[in-house]
């Protein structure tokens, strides 16, 4: 197995003169390297669309919240970027959008979600009552989770499973 490249600590006009040095013995012009860089840059961003699709094919959110562009500005659009700032600052936390019918609890999860998945973290849309539904489940005798499991499965931390629950009424995430 090859050893990870360990690389001392340099000034920056050190390792420009490496990489110069570099490109000059591998007979590698500037236009070339440029070329190149501009290649990497965007075969990853390729990857990074690609896998952010992928993530939102999963992340079972309501079609019509989708679909809507919500107006940032306003009431609406400083609550949101109150809870962009609460997941950045806390590596936990439960959030519970609870309101009258038709505020946009669930417009605002699903761009929280879309602001997640745009960072390549997963996410998972529920609804409180899909929670315990899913809880109630594992109640029958031929349930194939124990309540536990459940329980447990929407409690790990992204980095344990591959998503984030969001829903209308609850919202986990582990930053």
């Given at each position: 197995m090859n050893e990870p490249l360990v690389v001392p600590a340099k000034k920056a006009s050190d390792i420009v003169e490496s990489l110069t040095?570099?490109?000059?013995?591998l007979n590698i012009s500037a236009e070339q390297l440029q070329?190149?860089?501009?290649?990497?840059?965007?075969?990853?961003?390729?990857?990074?669309?690609?896998?952010?699709?992928?993530?939102?094919?999963?992340?079972q959110a309501p079609q019509r919240h989708v679909v809507e562009s919500p107006d940032f500005s306003g009431e609406w659009g400083a609550k949101f970027t109150v809870l962009q700032q609460m997941f950045i600052a806390n590596t936990g936390l439960t959030l519970a959008?609870?309101?009258?019918?038709?505020?946009?609890?669930?417009?605002?999860?699903?761009?929280?979600?879309?602001?997640?998945?745009?960072?390549?973290?997963p996410a998972l849309f529920t609804t409180a009552i899909g929670f315990f539904i899913a809880v109630k489940t594992s109640y029958r005798k031929d349930?194939?989770?124990?309540?536990?499991?459940?329980?447990e499965e929407f409690g790990k931390t992204r980095l344990e499973r591959d998503r984030t629950a969001i829903g209308k009424t609850t919202c986990c995430s582990s930053f």
């Open positions: 040095e570099s490109v000059i013995k070329a190149h860089n501009k290649r990497q840059r965007e075969f990853v961003k390729r990857q990074n669309t690609f896998k952010v699709e992928e993530l939102r094919r999963r992340w959008l609870v309101g009258e019918r038709g505020n946009g609890k669930t417009q605002l999860a699903v761009e929280l979600m879309r602001w997640f998945t745009s960072l390549l973290k349930s194939e989770q124990t309540e536990k499991a459940i329980m």
